[in-house]
């Protein structure tokens, strides 16, 4: 927590952005971090920091009535370039036999210091289809 001159704690600065906006039949999620309690990143590599981030995503799908097979596209942003198979890896897992969003991955700096990868989706209110 960031402290005044005087030593009192400052309220904590929210990034400018909706984390969930619905238009039409899609909702978009604002990109997650493998943040766990107290905005903290979980996970020493980027397999368990990816599970975070899709868990994450899910999580505020449900508050939209959705689910990990609705989602249809992701943008995923990696640290570093060689933990692509690793993420890859995780990713696959984690959708597992269902049909796969769309994706586009970068490698990137990330805001966060020690985040590995960052991942926003897109979802579709009827559900994802190929």
Same mark, same amino acid.
């Given at each position: 927590?960031?402290?005044?001159?005087?030593?009192?704690?400052?309220?904590?600065?929210?990034?400018?952005?909706?984390?969930?906006?619905?238009?039409?039949?899609?909702?978009?999620?604002?990109?997650?971090?493998?943040?766990?309690?107290?905005?903290?990143?979980?996970?020493?590599?980027?397999?368990?920091?990816?599970?975070?981030?899709?868990?994450?995503? #899910?999580?505020?799908? $449900? +508050?939209?009535?959705?689910?990990?097979?609705?989602?249809?596209?992701? !943008? =995923?942003?990696? @640290? %570093? #370039?060689?933990?692509? $198979? +690793?993420?890859?890896?995780?990713?696959?897992?984690?959708?597992?036999? !269902? =049909?796969?969003? @769309? %994706?586009?991955?970068?490698? $990137?700096?990330?805001?966060?210091?020690?985040?590995?990868?960052?991942?926003?989706? =897109?979802?579709?209110?009827?559900?994802?289809?190929?």
């Amino acid at each position: 927590m960031q402290h005044d001159a005087t030593g009192t704690p400052e309220p904590r600065r929210q990034p400018h952005f909706s984390m969930l906006r619905r238009a039409g039949e899609l909702v978009f999620v604002s990109g997650q971090m493998a943040f766990g309690d107290g905005f903290h990143i979980v996970g020493d590599d980027v397999a368990a920091q990816t599970r975070t981030c899709l868990d994450n995503i #899910v999580r505020q799908l $449900a +508050a939209a009535g959705l689910g990990a097979p609705d989602i249809v596209k992701t !943008t =995923v942003w990696l @640290a %570093r #370039v060689e933990d692509f $198979a +690793a993420f890859d890896a995780a990713y696959g897992a984690f959708f597992g036999n !269902t =049909v796969l969003p @769309a %994706r586009s991955t970068v490698r $990137a700096d990330l805001m966060v210091p020690g985040a590995l990868v960052e991942i926003e989706a =897109v979802a579709c209110q009827t559900g994802g289809r190929a």
